[in-house]
C-alpha cells in the first residue's frame, strides 16, 4: 500500500480537499481533490479567492 503524503509536503494527509487549481487564469481552473496535512488545509483555505501558490500553480479551496 503507496504511502500517501500531503500535495505539498512530506507530511502524512489529515484529510483530503476539494480544490480548484490554475496557473495564471482564475477561470481556467480544473477542480480536483488533493490530500493536505493539517499545515498546508489552513494555508488553502486562508489563502482564499486568490489561491495558495505552488510553484507555478494556485489552488484554493471548493470547486467555485
Ligand atoms: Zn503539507
Same mark, same amino acid.
Given at each position: 500500500?503507496?504511502?500517501? *503524503?500531503?500535495?505539498?509536503?512530506?507530511? #502524512?494527509?489529515?484529510?483530503?480537499?476539494? &480544490? /480548484? /487549481?490554475? #496557473? #495564471?487564469?482564475? @477561470?481556467? *481552473? /480544473? *477542480?480536483? #481533490?488533493?490530500?493536505?496535512?493539517? %499545515? !498546508?488545509? &489552513? *494555508? &488553502?483555505?486562508?489563502?482564499?479567492?486568490?489561491?495558495?501558490? !505552488?510553484? @507555478? @500553480?494556485?489552488? %484554493?479551496?471548493?470547486?467555485?
Amino acid at each position: 500500500m503507496p504511502t500517501a *503524503r500531503c500535495a505539498f509536503c512530506t507530511a #502524512t494527509p489529515l484529510r483530503e480537499l476539494a &480544490v /480548484s /487549481s490554475w #496557473t #495564471t487564469d482564475p @477561470e481556467d *481552473r /480544473s *477542480r480536483l #481533490t488533493i490530500l493536505l496535512c493539517g %499545515k !498546508h488545509m &489552513v *494555508r &488553502v483555505q486562508k489563502a482564499g479567492p486568490k489561491g495558495y501558490a !505552488h510553484g @507555478e @500553480e494556485k489552488f %484554493k479551496a471548493g470547486f467555485w
